[in-house]
């Protein structure tokens, strides 16, 4: 068994279960910035053997090699990281085979360990097959995750709504809070459905489970670890016609009255040691982290109530799922953060 210690001039070998997706071709864009990785192996169970350029043609010229059966037993051992971007129900039969008899490290994309099981079960009314306790690699709030063998990336809609309410939940702030959030259609992967059917997307917004997100699990879980005595929190999402980003708009409804001063404070000292979430001094805009992984943040009290309106932006593909996945590997392997995701948005 080979062991994944880094030095500073080795390669880490990463592996992508799912590569053809949407998620898998963003790790592989993302990556092709990364100075310290080499992709060993990406996976496709429908197109193994066609090369990688081919499904994502945006990528010619930065990989020459093709997709490979998912043999996960043997991409285990030739890989020090395995990225699995597949569907939730798949992961889980994935990532005990990868972890069987190999000290390689996983980050999975999917919804299947951001959850006790006991709530994912309910959550997404499927049986677990792989019950254990996972750390939720929400980088600003769990920096344990990077002494961890597998890692459970977060959510898109939950990385922007739990960043937007973070500072206050974590003083005990909060009575409740009301999320609101609008998303583009890659959230919903490659396949394409009557949501992104283009004349039903173009010129259009659509509300969907209103009162009953699967996402909502994630917020609740992760504001209640900051703060015990958190009131309801409500979520719903949107779609726009846009490809990439989630803008939330966060209703924080505090126990008691704040002013705009000591709000701003709070969230500019909670965030001062993140370099990806950008505390702004204008309401942020999903053409600011576009293909980025920054989580850019505005907040205004409204002085006739207790309400405070917090505004974030993500882009859903990287902060929202493949750039957070790489910022939990770089910690993993003690590498800085920002490695190979130091980039402004793509304008306009
Ligand atoms: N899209 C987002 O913004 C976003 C954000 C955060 C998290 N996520 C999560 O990340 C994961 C991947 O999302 P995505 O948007 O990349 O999805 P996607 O575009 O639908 O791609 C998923 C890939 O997984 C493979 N796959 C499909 N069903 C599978 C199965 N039953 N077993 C194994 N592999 C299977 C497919 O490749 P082959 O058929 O070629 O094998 C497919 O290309 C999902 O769990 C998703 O919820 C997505």
């Known amino acids: 068994m080979e062991s994944p210690t880094h030095s500073a001039d080795k390669k880490i070998k990463v592996g992508i279960i799912g590569g053809t997706g949407y998620t898998g071709g963003e790790l592989l864009r ?22 990688i350029d081919t499904i994502h043609k945006h990528l010619k010229g930065f990989y020459n090699q093709a997709f490979e059966t998912p043999d996960l037993g043997a991409i285990a051992k030739r890989c020090d990281i395995v990225f699995t971007a597949v569907p939730h129900g798949a992961a889980m039969n994935d ?34 097959t792989d019950p254990r306790d996972v750390v ?35 003083k005990g702030l909060i009575d409740h809070a009301i999320f609101d959030s609008k998303s583009g259609v890659s959230g919903a992967g490659i396949k394409p459905s009557d949501v992104s059917h283009y004349p039903n997307l173009a010129q259009n917004i659509e509300a969907y489970k209103l009162t009953t997100h699967r996402h909502a699990a994630e917020i609740r879980q992760e504001l209640g670890r900051l703060q015990g005595d958190i009131g309801s929190i409500s979520f719903t999402p949107h779609v726009i016609p846009a490809i990439r980003g989630i803008l939330t708009t966060a209703h924080i409804f505090t ?10 404070a709070i969230y500019t000292e909670f965030y001062a040691p993140h370099p990806f979430v950008r505390v702004i001094d204008s309401i942020p805009m999903l053409g600011g982290v576009r293909g980025t992984n920054f989580c850019d943040i505005f907040v205004e009290v409204d002085e006739s109530s207790n309400r405070i309106v917090v505004v974030s ?3 859903n593909l990287v902060k929202g799922a493949s750039g957070q996945a790489i910022q939990n590997m770089n910690l993993m392997f003690n590498l800085p953060q920002t490695t190979g995701l130091w980039t402004p948005a793509v304008n306009p």
Not at 30 to 51: C, D, Q, Y
Not at 96 to 124: C, G, I, N, W
Not at 149 to 155: D, E, F, H, K, S
């Open 30 to 51: 993302l990556l092709t910035n990364h100075p310290n990785v080499t992709i060993e192996a990406v996976t496709s169970r429908k197109s193994a053997g066609v090369r």
């Open 136 to 170: 939720y690699g929400l980088v600003e709030l769990h920096p344990e995750a990077a002494s961890e063998t597998l890692v459970a990336n977060p959510g898109c809609y939950p990385t922007g709504s739990n960043l937007a309410a973070a500072p206050l939940a974590a």
């Open 313 to 315: 932006a993500i882009d």
């Open 95 to 128: 990532v005990p085979q990868l972890l069987k008899d190999t000290l390689v490290k996983v980050v999975d994309l999917s919804a299947d360990y951001r959850l006790p099981a006991s709530v994912f079960e309910k959550t997404y009314a499927l049986k677990h």
């Open 255 to 264: 126990k008691e009255k704040m002013d705009t001063d000591a709000v701003q």
